[in-house]
């Protein structure tokens, strides 16, 4: 069963000059990519679906993963060791058949991309997932791949970096799976699926996290969503 409801329709300043043309460049393809968002109905047999599908398993592969990190890193690197902002630690509110995903695009402001990767920072659920549909910039552009989840995963989006003080970072790190896209259907972003290991409720629109769970939690009937949307609120 698949309930979908409607809602409102609704962003690392770069250390070189020429690191700074790249991203506009990037900004600017990701907003002509923003419209290859629906998928086809048979993605399985589309070329497309398998180029996506090959990019997801290269970004997520331990090999690439270590490289992203060593790009992020590398920003950190001159200044002073700085405490990365990790999701708390606790006994979570979701079951372990349970699964939370926030569907999510690069062609979106990077500051809405922050924010959400921020709150779900803040609620400590291990099971709410960022998921991107794929990289800015395939997989060759590496670099500018690497530039564009430094910016979006700052703990502080006024952060400016500079070689003796860079910013902090998110321990959240959106994943790319397109294969999520297709299972549920998502063909416009944001959008908040939750999945009890039965049924599936999927929300579109953007608006902040908490408003967005707590609508959820209405349509699955499901307090635990209620209750993170509470503490996100300062609630509890």
């Known amino acids: 069963m698949v309930l979908t409801i409607a809602l409102f329709q609704g962003v690392l300043a770069e250390e070189r000059k020429e690191a700074g043309e790249l991203v506009e460049k990037a900004v600017e393809k990701a907003r002509k990519l923003s419209e290859t968002m629906h998928l086809p109905e048979n993605a399985h047999n589309d070329k497309g679906q398998e180029a996506a599908q090959q990019t997801a398993k ?13 790009q992020i890193d590398r920003i950190q690197q001159s200044g002073p060791q700085q405490e990365q902002a990790i999701a708390p630690q606790g006994k979570g509110t979701l079951t372990a058949q349970e699964s939370v995903y926030l569907f999510l695009s690069s062609s979106l402001p990077e500051l809405v991309v922050n924010r959400y990767l921020i709150d779900i920072g803040r609620t400590g659920e ?5 998921v991107l549909f794929g990289l800015p910039e395939g997989l060759e552009g590496k670099r500018i791949n690497a530039d564009y989840f430094s910016r979006v995963m700052q703990a502080d989006p006024k952060c400016q970096d500079t070689p003796k003080s860079p910013c902090q970072r998110l321990a959240v790190l959106p994943k790319v799976n397109p294969g999520l896209f297709s299972r549920y259907n998502i063909s416009e972003v944001p959008a908040l699926v939750h999945d009890n290991g039965q049924d599936s409720w999927s929300i579109h629109g953007e608006a902040e996290l908490a408003f967005l769970l707590e609508k959820m939690s209405k349509a699955a009937n499901n307090p635990a969503l209620a209750g993170i949307s509470a503490r996100l609120r300062g609630g509890q």
């Open 126 to 130: 291990q099971r709410i997932v960022p």
């Open 58 to 70: 290269e970004y997520n592969s331990p090999e690439f993963q270590q490289k992203l990190r060593c």
